[in-house]
């Protein structure tokens, strides 16, 4: 069966300390990775989409990385703006995401 | 519109009613999708269009619930004889095709009571 499982569930950081937040997949036909942001009481906003396993993209204080059954978003020296959930999906052989659950990320002053 | 759009964007309903949530997708996008959220959790794929057809509904929980585009660009997502199981956000999303970035709206938040 198709999953998508993040880690860890929550995480606090002080303002300045880069972390990284996990992202393990078991899909069978996988068209793509996506990393969204989501922030209380709204939709998820895009961040990042990787195709192929050792591909790397970098937005801001954000890089996120792909192997064949894991990605990663790593944080740089984040602020307390990058507070929110942080989604990963996986995009199936039939063109739909599998979410996690998410990280719900708090960065403190 | 610049994004997905989604009205209403908050709806208290009585059980046993029925609903319909509306989506206006980015213009000119061809895929649009349905998601349910829960507190907590990640969405939840429920239906996908590819222009006028579903392409795939496997995640439809039961015959309550039925979405409709009839034109290749708004959708409706119909849920009859409401239960209080259905209180969730119900999000929907499109792309400009197939396999590409797919973008959500702010979603409507159903609450059954």
């Known amino acids: 069966e198709d999953q998508v499982t993040q880690s860890p569930e929550a995480l606090r950081l002080q303002e300045g300390e880069s972390s990284s937040l996990n992202c393990s997949y078991t899909?069978?036909?996988?068209?793509?990775l996506f990393w969204y942001r989501q922030d209380p009481g709204k939709g998820p906003e895009f961040l990042f989409t990787?195709?192929?396993a050792g591909e790397e993209k970098e937005k801001e204080r954000l890089k996120a990385t792909l192997t064949k059954k894991e990605s990663f978003l790593h944080i740089t020296a984040p602020k307390p703006e990058d507070s929110a959930t942080y989604l990963c999906?996986?995009?199936?052989?039939?063109?739909?995401?599998?979410f996690g659950s998410g990280t719900r990320l708090l960065v403190r002053p | 519109g610049a994004g997905v759009s989604q009205t209403p964007s908050n709806k208290v309903t009585e059980k046993g009613k029925y609903v319909e949530l509306r989506c206006d997708p980015i213009?000119?996008?061809?895929?649009l999708y349905w998601y349910r959220q829960s507190l907590g959790q990640g969405p939840e794929f429920l239906i996908y269009?590819?222009?006028?057809?579903?392409?795939?509904d496997s995640g439809l929980p039961n015959d309550r619930f039925f979405a409709v585009r009839p034109e290749g660009s708004v959708s409706t997502l119909k849920i009859q004889r409401t239960e209080r199981g259905d209180s969730a956000v119900y999000l929907c999303?499109?792309?400009?095709?197939?396999?590409?970035?797919?973008?959500f709206g702010e979603g409507s938040w159903l609450t059954v009571v």
């Open positions: 990787l195709y192929s």
């Open positions: 899909v069978s036909g996988l068209r793509g």
């Open positions: 999303a499109s792309s400009v095709d197939s396999g590409n970035t797919i973008y």
């Open positions: 269009f590819q222009g006028t057809g579903a392409a795939d």
């Open positions: 999906a996986a995009m199936d052989s039939s063109y739909k995401l599998i």
């Open positions: 213009s000119g996008h061809t895929a």
